[in-house]
């Protein structure tokens, strides 16, 4: 079936490094997204990895895709108070329109 | 370059009433979306429409219609509201339905059912 899940919260420094993780079930899955949620807003699409890729940095953010135990980890370097929000991971199965979402991480980044 | 609008941001209604949320896009996208998002559950899609003419269901359709007025916009029309439907409803558009489907999102209308 199709699932995605990710811890609910993330508590860091201002400064450290942030890494929040998700798991989805469907192997056909092609493309993998991380979105992020600030409070009121909608959602902003931060970055994606194709399903052939292991690791895609941009900027602060690094997304590493294991494919094998069909884990994917978003790095945020350097985090700002900004980084604060809620961040969403999804997936497309292979040949579908639907966007699967997980339920989101809330990072919290404390001064 | 506005993106993806939404109107109206926040709805009170009552049990019954009804209701039409309205989106529009102007990156000329084929593909538009309308999801709900609840505490706890992320988002899940409601409808769907994959390109001008077309719309299809989702998710979580039931209580909810939906019209592709052009290929700006897609609107969500709620016939008789329930307090189940108490959630923030984003709309959302993307160039492609398949592949690498980049879905842009909007601001949200928050609403809620007494």
């Known amino acids: 079936g199709e699932d995605v899940e990710q811890s609910l919260f993330l508590s860091v420094r201002e400064g450290d490094s942030s890494v929040i993780n998700c798991t989805y079930t469907d192997s056909s899955s092609t493309y993998l997204y991380w979105y992020k949620q600030e409070p009121g807003a909608g959602?902003?699409?931060?970055?994606?990895?194709?399903?052939?890729?292991?690791?895609?940095?941009d900027q602060r953010l690094t997304v590493l895709l294991n494919k094998?135990?069909?884990?994917?980890?978003?790095?945020?370097a350097d985090t700002q108070t900004g980084d604060s929000a809620i961040y969403f991971c999804a997936e497309i199965p292979d040949s579908s329109y639907k966007l699967i979402f997980g339920s989101g991480t809330r990072l919290l980044v404390r001064p | 370059n506005a993106g993806v609008t939404q109107t109206p941001k926040f709805q009170v209604l009552k049990t019954?009433?009804?209701m039409t949320l309205q989106c529009a896009q102007d990156m000329n996208h084929n593909s538009m979306y309308w999801y709900r998002q609840d505490p706890g559950m992320g988002l899940r899609l409601i409808y769907y429409s994959a390109s001008e003419g077309t719309t299809d269901k989702g998710e979580v359709p039931n209580g909810y219609n939906v019209s592709r007025l052009n290929k700006r916009e897609f609107s969500l029309r709620l016939e008789s509201a329930a307090p189940s439907q108490t959630s923030v409803y984003f709309c959302a558009s993307s160039e492609l339905t398949t592949g690498r489907n980049e879905q842009y999102f909007g601001p949200g209308t928050r609403l809620t059912v007494t």
């Open chain 2, 16 to 18: 019954g009433q009804s």
């Open chain 1, 43 to 57: 959602l902003q699409l931060l970055t994606y990895i194709f399903s052939n890729m292991d690791m895609k940095q």
């Open chain 1, 68 to 76: 094998k135990d069909k884990h994917l980890s978003l790095r945020i």
